[in-house]
């Protein structure tokens, strides 16, 4: 059984540029959610994507944006790069059903790095 | 969501009990006490949660005191590969689908040969 799976595991952009990350959930699981973990710090949440739409967000700028297709699986999109973006991005999957337990399924991240 | 305080980092001997501490003194009645570790180069991976009553698992126990106002993770037995940083997260469970979690800076727990 298939965890939850992240590309790409790197990337390195520039400032200004544009930039797509993406999720597949763990295998059963319909809700996804984004966080960023800067260096020395705990994860914070970007946002959380069920039935296709965006259900809650965290406290991040327009220029990140996601997707959440039929399959479940997840992008995360973020325009205009900042140096500030460089950060470990993590997919979180979890399953409505079992949200009482609130428990969620992080995969291993996408290391972006802005120059 | 109440707030929770851990100590920046922890050394436990291989194979003895590594007792992590978490205080959460403004929890509310509906919250429930989550941990979650997370190894070097790795997502956070869930542990453990309760909500009043002490829980046991295969990876580890929770102790909640009576009052709520703070929790201990202990590891039992600990090896080199739970080397991690560890987060107490204090969250009501959710209406819907699963909530956000709030991480905090956690514990760096270092399992010494």
């Known amino acids: 059984d298939a965890g939850v799976t992240q590309s790409p595991t790197h990337l390195i952009k520039t400032r200004g540029q544009q930039v797509t990350l993406r999720c597949s959930p763990k295998?059963?699981?319909?809700?996804v959610s984004w966080y960023q973990q800067a260096l020395g710090q705990g994860p914070q949440f970007i946002f959380q994507y069920y039935e296709e739409e965006e259900r809650q967000r965290g406290n991040f700028p327009d220029r990140f944006s996601g997707h959440q297709y039929p399959n479940y699986s997840s992008e995360l999109n973020v325009n205009a790069l900042l140096l500030g973006d460089s950060a470990l991005y993590l997919c979180?999957?979890?399953?409505?059903?079992?949200?009482?337990?609130?428990?969620?399924?992080f995969g291993a991240g996408t290391r972006l790095s802005v120059l | 969501d109440a707030k929770t305080t851990q100590p920046p980092s922890m050394d436990c001997a291989e194979g003895r009990a590594a007792n992590l501490p978490c205080n959460h003194s403004?929890?509310?009645?509906?919250?429930?006490v989550y941990w979650y570790r997370q190894i070097h180069s790795q997502g956070p991976q869930y542990i453990i949660h309760?909500?009043?009553n002490n829980e046991t698992n295969e990876m580890a126990s929770l102790i909640i005191t009576e009052d709520r106002k703070s929790s201990t993770l202990i590891l039992p037995h600990a090896t080199l590969r739970d080397t991690a940083v560890y987060y107490c997260?204090?969250?009501?469970?959710?209406?819907?689908?699963?909530?956000?979690?709030?991480f905090g800076s956690g514990t760096q727990l270092t399992v010494l040969p």
């Open positions: 997260i204090v969250r009501a469970l959710p209406s819907g689908s699963a909530r956000q979690l709030t």
């Open positions: 403004t929890i509310s009645g509906n919250e429930y």
């Open positions: 309760g909500l009043k």
């Open positions: 979180a999957s979890s399953w409505i059903s079992d949200a009482a337990k609130n428990i969620q399924y």
């Open positions: 295998s059963g699981h319909d809700t």
